[in-house]
C-alpha cells in the first residue's frame, strides 16, 4: 500500500515557482447568501485556497467569508476568473480591479481566463497578455487558463510568452480528459479539476441520461475498503494523480469531510482501476461550442 505523503499532497509548485495548495474550496453555484459562511468553515476546517470567478456573482461574498474567517490573508491562495465579456487588453485589466474590490485584496495568488471562447480567440489572447502585464506588475503570482484543450493551448503558445502555471478543467472519473492532461505536462501546466467529485455528471441541462459518480460500484467498494466516502476516494485520487482539485459544498459537514484525505492512500492498483472508468463523454460545456449570449454576460462593477 503506498503511504500518503503530507509534504507533497498538501501543496504543489507552480511551474513559476509559486507553491498552490493542492485542495482549494470551490464555490461554484453556491448562492451568495450562503457563500460567506462556506467560505468562513472551510477556512477554519483547514482549507487554504479558495476558488472563485467573476461568473460565479459571488466574489464579494468570498471577501466576506476570508475576513469573517480571521486568517490571515497572505495564508490564503485566492484564485479567481475572468469571464468572457472582460476579454481584450484594457478590459481584462479592469476585470482585475474588480474582482480585488469585491473581494478586499489588493494582490491575487492565481488569475485565470474562464474559457478559450474561440469564436473570438483574438480577444482571448489580448486577455492574456493582460495577464501576462497583471504578473510582470507583481499583481498576481501566477497565471492561467481555464478550459482549455489541446489546440487552444497550441495557439496560445504560440503566440504570447508567460506559460500558464494552470488550466482549470473538467476532470472527474468518468471524464479525464486525457490528452489535455498530456498536453498540460508536456508543458509544465499544472491541471486542475472542476468537478472533481462528478457533480456536473447529474447536473441538469447536459443532457437526459444522468449518473452520479458518487453511485459508482467500484468507488463506492474502495470507500468500504478505506473507510471513507466515494467524494474522499476521488479527492485522493485527484491527489495522488499530481493534480489540484477544487470541489465544493455548502454543507459544514461535506465541507469537512472533503478536507479529510491527507492521511489514507490508495495503492497503485486502485488509481488504475479508478483511471479506467473514464467513459470520455464530456458533461459540462464544450470549450469549443460558441455560447454568444452566454460570453455576453456582463459583469458587474466593484
Known amino acids: 500500500m503506498n503511504q500518503p505523503d503530507p509534504n507533497t499532497d498538501i501543496s504543489l509548485t507552480l511551474n513559476n515557482g509559486v507553491d498552490m495548495p493542492a485542495l ?119 497565471i492561467g487558463v481555464s478550459n482549455f484543450m489541446r489546440h487552444h493551448l497550441d495557439r496560445l503558445l504560440a503566440e504570447r510568452t508567460v506559460v500558464p502555471a494552470v488550466n482549470q478543467i473538467e476532470l472527474h472519473p468518468y471524464f479525464t480528459q486525457p490528452d489535455v492532461q498530456r498536453s498540460d505536462a508536456e508543458h509544465d501546466i499544472l491541471t486542475q479539476a472542476w468537478s472533481p467529485i462528478g457533480g456536473i455528471t447529474f447536473y441538469p441541462g447536459y443532457g437526459d441520461e444522468r449518473v452520479s459518480v458518487m453511485d459508482d460500484p467500484l468507488l ?17 485520487w485527484h491527489l495522488q494523480r499530481g493534480r489540484s482539485a477544487i470541489p465544493k459544498s455548502t454543507n459544514a459537514g461535506r465541507i469537512a469531510e472533503n478536507f ?36 455576453a454576460r456582463v459583469i458587474p462593477e466593484a
Open 220 to 236: 463506492r467498494e474502495l470507500a468500504t475498503e478505506h473507510s471513507r466516502t466515494p467524494a474522499q476516494v476521488m479527492l485522493r
Open 24 to 142: 482549494g474550496f470551490g464555490v461554484f453555484q453556491s448562492p451568495p447568501d450562503e457563500t460567506t459562511a462556506a467560505v468562513r468553515t472551510a477556512l477554519e476546517v483547514g482549507y487554504r485556497h479558495i476558488d472563485t470567478a467573476a461568473a460565479y456573482a459571488n466574489e464579494r461574498e468570498v471577501g466576506e467569508g476570508i475576513r469573517r474567517s480571521g486568517v490571515e490573508r497572505d495564508a490564503i491562495f485566492i484564485e479567481t476568473k475572468v469571464w468572457v465579456s472582460d476579454y481584450g487588453y484594457d478590459q481584462t485589466l479592469h476585470a482585475f480591479d474588480k474582482a480585488i474590490g469585491k473581494l478586499g485584496v489588493e494582490t491575487l495568488d492565481l488569475l485565470i481566463l474562464h474559457q478559450p471562447a474561440p469564436d473570438r480567440f483574438e480577444k482571448t489572447l489580448e486577455a492574456y497578455r493582460a495577464l501576462e502585464t497583471l504578473l510582470a506588475d507583481g499583481r498576481v503570482r501566477a
Open 260 to 295: 479529510d484525505v491527507f492521511d489514507f492512500a490508495l495503492s497503485d492498483d486502485d488509481l488504475a482501476r479508478i483511471d479506467a472508468l473514464d467513459r470520455g463523454v464530456r458533461n459540462g460545456p464544450d470549450p469549443d461550442v460558441p455560447r454568444p449570449e452566454m460570453f
